[in-house]
T-cell receptor
Framework: NAGVMQNPRHLVRRRGQEARLRCSPM?????VYWYRQLPEEGLKFMVY????????ESGMPKERFSAEFPKEGPSILRIQQVVRGDSAAYFC????????????FGQGTRLTVV | GNSVTQMEGPVTLSEEAFLTINCTYT??????LFWYVQYPGEGLQLLLK?????DKGSNKGFEATYRKETTSFHLEKGSVQVSDSAVYFC????????????FGDGTTLTVKP
């Protein structure tokens, strides 16, 4: 029973390139959440998606960042024209429903922008 | 808005010492409270939780009690081990949304033999 799977685990991009981070939720989970963890800080909520819908993107930067969770396949967090300040760990969590008792976290993708 | 304030680290203890990591919160409504642990290079693992006032969460020798009167959820362990070295995060979540949590900045614990 696989948990939340994120890939890649580590990603290096040059400034100006695009970064694509993938998250496959736990089996049966249709709710996905993305968080960003800057160095020496806690996790900050970015976006909440349910299959094919963005429910809450209140924590997402207005420019360069987008997220999707298609009917088939993993959720994707896309960062266009990356800058050094985007270097962080990006975590995905999934839950069975919005009101579920718990959400489960993946191991994260560590993005380094050089 | 909602916020979580954790005791600043890093915290360094000797093996078998007593651990307390303070956590206080502000929230609209009645949140659930959580402690997560993050081992080096790993993701977050739920350590324990409490969903209402006076509940005590416990796991692996760690405990925390939901104190509504002091808006606190302090983490304690009676005797730490080297393997407990990790970053600990306190978090709150309004019960209406399973995955949208507010996290503290984390406290790094190092336990020396």
């Amino acid at each position: 029973n696989a948990g939340v799977m994120q890939n890649p685990r580590h990603l290096v991009r040059r400034r100006g390139q695009e970064a694509r981070l993938r998250c496959s939720p736990m089996k049966g989970h249709s709710h996905v959440y993305w968080y960003r963890q800057l160095p020496e800080e806690g996790l900050k909520f970015m976006v909440y998606l349910q299959k094919e819908n963005i429910i809450d993107e209140s924590g997402m930067p207005k420019e360069r960042f987008s997220a999707e969770f298609p009917k088939e396949g993993p959720s994707i967090l896309r960062i266009q024209q990356v800058v050094r300040g985007d270097s962080a760990a990006y975590f995905c969590a999934s839950s069975l429903s919005q009101g579920a008792a718990e959400a489960f976290f993946g191991q994260g993708t560590r993005l380094t922008v050089v | 808005g909602n916020s979580v304030t954790q005791m600043e680290g890093p915290v360094t203890l000797s093996e078998e010492a007593f651990l307390t990591i303070n956590c206080t919160y502000t929230a609209t409504g009645y949140p659930s409270l959580f402690w997560y642990v993050q081992y080096p290079g790993e993701g977050l693992q739920l350590l324990l939780k409490a969903t209402k006032a006076d509940d005590k969460g416990s796991n692996k020798g760690f405990e925390a009690t939901y104190r509504k009167e002091t808006t606190s959820f302090h983490l304690e362990k009676g005797s730490v081990q080297v393997s407990d070295s990790a970053v600990y995060f306190c978090a709150l979540r309004l019960n209406t949304n399973a995955g949208k949590s507010t996290f503290g900045d984390g406290t790094t614990l190092t336990v020396k033999p």
